[in-house]
């Protein structure tokens, strides 16, 4: 079983790059996860262009960026998402990496770590909306941290509850997971 830990911001000085890495930390020894593979997707890596034709993913001569992340998605079992907000919303270049694909969310499970001034709540729920399209299955609740209490400064710092918050997020995806791909 292989969990897709995509960073979804790609902007200079992003937070984005330490929470994804604390995510990948927690979850490589959460005590669940035995038989999990967690994978790191960075979308800053992909270099993903803007979406101009839908069928890229599908298409033979389509970009060979949009290729790479179709494999990389269509290779796990299920995602966390950690994601900014930006503009009360999810960030325009995840949502057009999302955008990008179809198949490869189609009824996968998803976990959201969402941050931000006020917890990047409006972008946990954009998600939710988002991802109903594919009939992903979203964990009910998530991790959300707030920019000047968890971040003050530009560098994380996390109190302990946010280490038991994403623990139970991940046992929760990884069991949802396991379903799934029973
Ligand atoms: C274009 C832009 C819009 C933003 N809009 C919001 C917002 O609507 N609500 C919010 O809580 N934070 C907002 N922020 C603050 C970001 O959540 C915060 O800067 C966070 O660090 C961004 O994630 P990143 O550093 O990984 O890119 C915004 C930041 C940017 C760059």
């Given at each position: 079983m292989r969990i897709g830990i995509v960073i979804g911001s790609i902007r200079e000085g992003r937070i984005g790059e330490s929470v994804g890495q604390w995510v990948a930390e927690r979850a490589r020894s959460?005590?669940?996860?035995?038989d999990v593979e967690w994978s790191v997707l960075d979308l800053k890596e992909f270099n993903l262009p803007l979406?101009?034709?839908?069928n890229w993913a599908d298409e033979?001569?389509?970009p060979a960026e949009v290729h790479r992340w179709r494999d990389a998605v269509a290779a796990c079992d299920g995602f966390v998402f950690v994601s900014p907000e930006y503009n009360r919303n999810i960030p325009g270049a995840f949502k057009n990496a999302y955008d990008l694909l179809n198949k490869p969310w189609i009824d996968k499970s998803l976990a959201i770590v969402a941050y931000g001034g006020l917890g990047g709540v409006r972008a946990n729920e954009a998600w939710r909306v988002t991802a109903a399209a594919y009939n992903m299955h979203v964990v009910g609740s998530s991790v959300n941290l707030v920019r000047r209490v968890d971040?003050?400064?530009?560098e994380l710092a996390l109190d302990e509850h946010h280490d038991r918050s994403l623990d139970r997020v991940l046992k929760r995806l990884i069991g949802l997971t396991r379903k799934l791909t029973a």
């Open positions: 959460h005590e669940d996860g035995a979406l101009t034709n839908e033979e001569d389509g971040f003050a400064g530009g």
